[in-house]
């Protein structure tokens, strides 16, 4: 690894673009910087080389003074009526900035999963409008939208959605293999054991309990380190301390690689170790809490629920 040198090479404006580390799975460096900037605008070392990016790189781009984290997903006033007429989502404005960590709660039903689907491009909301990687993605076509996604955002979903007929490790690799990518098999075999699923490879899904699933989903999402990751109760079917395992690698993601999670949960516990909860009530939003702690948040919700 690099020693530190010339520590504000990083133009400020790199804030407001995207800078995510990557690692390249290789004992000699953190990762690589993919960023919209010019590459002159880059420090000349990473553009020879960018396996020579330390962590204190990214740290440094992230915590550049003056310019305020951009939002990464922007909803505006949207609004989802699902068929039958349910009104799910009833004009919701509320962006994700970049390198945060936001849990979404609220009672069943108040409109949670709908909000990640609109807001993860998986869903179109019926009106308003929602911006992901700075993309106004209502305006994009299906197989646009799809790469989009594809390059920008991990999900996991509260029913999990693995392929039944392919393996552990197939289930892992699949998006990017999809997205054309050439799989980080190192990567996903690390995450794979910090999930504690080191061994199960070759398992079937059918063959695995619901928290085990889960935890296959969450490798799944992570696996491409993308820049947003959104889970629908990641942990809902974990035990404590994997569900506390699953919570520290989300944490780590958004501290070290500058990610952004957006998380869904019922559980006051989980909420904590996020920097902000959104509340959810009727499809609209009924509080936003900065610097959460578990006894707030279950305050709050039992105000909500009653
Ligand atoms: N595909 C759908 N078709 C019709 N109605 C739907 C559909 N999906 C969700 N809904 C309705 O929209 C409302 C919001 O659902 P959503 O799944 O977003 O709630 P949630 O907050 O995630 O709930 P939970 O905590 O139970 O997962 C509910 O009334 C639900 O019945
Ligand atoms: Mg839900």
Redesign the pocket.
Known sequence: MVAQQEPRLVDHTAVHTRAVAFSCGQSCCVGHVWTALPRRSLPARWVRDPHQLSISDMVLVRNSQDAPPRDVVEVVGVT?V???G????DGVTVGFGQGSFTAVM????????????CAAGLDRPTSGQVVLAGQDIGALREPKLTAVRRAHVGFVF?SFNLVDSLSVWDNVLLPQQLAGARPDRSWAKELLARVGLAGREKARPGELSGGQQQRVALARALAGRPEVIFG??PTGALDLSTGREVLGLLRRFVDELGATVVM?T?DPAAAGWADRVVF?AD?RIADDMAAPTAEKVATRMMELTR
């Open positions: 989802k699902h068929p039958g349910v009104r799910a989502l609220g009672p069943s039903g108040s409109g949670k999963s709908t909000l990640l689907h509260q629908d109760e869904v019922h959810l499809g």
